[in-house]
């Protein structure tokens, strides 16, 4: 089965937004085993669409098309679809129905516009979609089904999982059975985890594929056919010995998402204070529903003044030290611990940059503290050569680590700082008390 | 002239890497008044690729080629584009000489694999690369030049800018001028947005867009040509009266943004007491540089304890109206506002689901207070049937607007809190003091 892709839409085309949609979607389907072989791109005209769904449906078997299904005059692809197959376009009628009662449902007046989106051309069938107005719709041309799906992401991914993930298995012959296993990393590249990958035998049917998005390194391991699955869970724990303290979590998309699972199962309590990662910590747990039962407080004290006013730092602490220094963070934690007393308590306090470094302490100095009711773990690292945005976010993945690893080591002195091969290490102190 | 751009490699069609060099590439190329006429991505396969080459070459003045020209086995774009034109690599002598003294220079020993590099078509014309090691070339097939360019971000962007640019200048007509403006909106729907502007007369050689993307949608308004960017400025305010408080900022991608460079320049103090949105409002101004200035600091008050221990609230507040209400975010704001002494304080308590809704009190019901030196503005909104990540994005995108209006209007009454067409107003409760 050969399955294609075209993405609609001159602001995707243009370069005004990143085409996520397209990266999601193929990873998507060869998570279910299917390879994407093609992705054309074009923008918002008649001629260009219709030339194109008819040009790739002489090639694929299958084509998603995503975007341009929405109400205004600049989505074009039911009518491109209808010249492509010299048909006119239809009212849905039940699509009608449908959205005058949703309307009326809501308490608010249907925008004359929306309508438009219950044309569709005549031989095609219409696709509902649970997330918003528009539904999309499948039709046969030369070769190929084409299947159309919404621009928005949150309605173009419930309907592929919904619809189009269905319609592959009934019409097509299932694929090979595969299995795919994700061990995520932090604090190495993907060189580093290469290197110490390459050497290893690798079982017959199983591929290993890397996908760096910062913080982290993803390690993929895909099984092909029902051999190599079941090499598969061996082969998995020689790599998490190889590649030792690099992998944080397995089959879990982030640091932040294991570390408040696992809070929640331990029943241990957090309070935060934030300097230079101002927020992101504490916003990265509270993404979580379910964090109002561990998380007690998250206070982002920016200024040297609401350090002393709000967590009751020692201006002498500050003036002797520094804000960005192993006792100022140590403070911070310690004090953010006591006033919810917490099991745990993290604290940042760092020079983001792009200003704001000196000779002594550059630009991606991070002073990072842990405290817990046993003791205080401190550590500096170097995040030099970073925008502002990598070094507030791998200051975060950091902290979290240490967290996820004083709770599961039940605060072992040794377990809680672990060293990451592209933080410079010889300028990170570490400091155990 | 017709561009077009081809994208080679595995990771980008299977998704492990999101296309942003694609993004940056068709946005550099509009901002020089040429558009993209399509894009093609395919995988690291010899004949697909030499496929594409040909059968692209026959519709396009020039093709951008982007990937593909490393040293490891698979970078195949040199030799598919040799396939392509029926020629035999040949190595340029000049590029081997240079590399052997570059690495002689940097002292590292020339690993043998980077000599490949140096193999192009015969009828190639190489192009330098000041980054990296591997040199593009273009190369006329059909009717097409197509100029082959490396993958690595920072090398593809100097060579586009060093050398496709003035290629392109220098061989075709100079591309007629042209002008983008963009209006951030917030609060409405794309199709409510399109109901109003559908029906204004539109100056021939001005096209307009609309790119939602949550919280916002952006309107663009496109001039081609030097006509139409006369009349730019004229429609622009058209479009603005007809949008009237929708429109919240221009040519800036995000409303926090805009608030970020509003205080800097206003020089006006803020602190910031949250609950449902904890840290995320907190952390979308740290995440500008400069924020130190005017940021006093972010309370993440989750627990009904940390807003009494840390802000102060009195117990019977919260127990007499309830947590999400009127009454607690506004001594939220206020007694975050008398800690740092802030010109402004914003406050937020609500439910972001998807549980812990009541009748009276469903999921996404929003409290947002804004409380500066001269009062104090609430509202309730609610933001029903969306994911909790919409549910915090979108209270902070309100709060931060009530923010903006509230300085730029000088505090006047009626300014700080306006209607949104997509949030069921009569839900709402607007409490002024």
Redesign the interface.
Known sequence: MKLEMICTG??V????????N???????M?NQGI?????????DRLD?LAN?FIERSQHADVILVNGGL?????DLSAEALALALGEELVEDKDWRLYLIELFKK???KL????LKQCLIPASAIRIDNAEGTAPGFRAKLNNAWLFFTPG?P?EFKAMVKQQFIPFIETTYQPAQATLLHKLLTLGHGESFLADKLDVMEIPAGITL????SAPHVEVKLFARGDAAIKQLPAFIEKVKDTLGTAVVTENCPSIAQAVHELLLNKKRSLS?A?SC???????Q???F?G??SY?????????N??KQ??LGLNAETIEQYGAVSIETAKAMAENVRA??DSDYALATTGI????GGSEEKPVGTVCIALVSRRGCWVQTVQLKNRS??IV?TMSCAIALDMLRRSVLAEDEVQAVIVPYSFIPCSDSKIVMY
Chains 1, 2 share one sequence.
């Open positions: 001159e602001e085309l243009s370069g005004q937004i990143v085409d996520t397209a990266a999601w979607f193929a990873n998507t060869m390879e994407l072989q093609r992705k054309t791109t074009v923008g260009d194109t929405g109400p205004t005059t600049d809501i308490d608010r925008p004359a516009n929306m928005v949150i594929g890397y996908r760096p935060i934030e990662t101002g927020g992101m910590l504490t916003n747990l509270i993404e529903a964090s109002s998380l007690h407080q998250g206070l982002v004290t920016y200024s003044q609401a006013n709000i006033l919810g983001a940059g792009p200003d502002r945005t507030r």
